[in-house]
């Protein structure tokens, strides 16, 4: 007792205590849930990396091959940085590329590896739009500050 005031540290005070809890227990999910998230991404990535790279290597008597060659690049430094802004970016713009490259396949090929070459592309497509809402959810992981228990909780000084 200093002064009339009753100091009551955080371990006297069990609501202070099971808030504590609490914000440990949302700390934990958070990284169990960002952990889960980064593999799935990094897992989806590196398919589109696959993908693009044996595309590339099929075309590369053609111009474009260069530009699918590229994006594995870009695609590889997103799969390693796991940067929210690198992935939204780079998948973002490998769908615009995939969207593209799809309808010049089907409007100037007729064949059967032009029919096999638009499957792949279109599930490239799918699978990069598909990533973007893990990337989002990545952001939100990294930007979201846990709640931390106040120093002065409700209840830490008493008057008697």
């Not at 990396?49 to 111009?63: A, C, N, R, T």
């Not at 260069?66 to 973002?92: E, K, Y």
């Not at 490998?94 to 490259?101: L, M, N, P």
Request: aromatic share 10%; proline share 4%.
């Amino acid at each position: 007792m200093r002064f009339g005031l009753v100091v009551a540290g955080p371990a006297e005070d069990p609501d202070h205590i099971r808030s504590h809890d609490a914000v440990l227990d949302r700390q934990y999910e958070m990284r169990v849930r960002s952990a889960s998230t980064r593999r799935w991404l990094r897992a989806g990535i590196v398919l589109l990396i696959v993908s693009e790279l044996v595309v590339g290597v099929w075309q590369y008597m053609f111009d474009v091959a260069g530009l699918g060659l590229g994006f594995a690049v870009a695609l590889l430094f997103a799969a390693v940085t796991l940067d929210n802004r690198i992935v939204g970016g780079s998948l973002v713009s490998f769908a615009v590329y995939a969207a593209v490259h799809f309808v010049y396949q089907v409007l100037h090929f007729t064949d059967s590896a032009a029919d096999r070459m638009g499957g792949v592309l279109i599930l490239e497509f799918l699978l990069a739009v598909g990533l973007l809402p893990l990337s989002h959810r990545l952001k939100q992981r990294e930007t979201r500050a846990p709640a931390r228990p106040s120093a002065a909780a409700p209840g830490a000084f008493d008057r008697r």
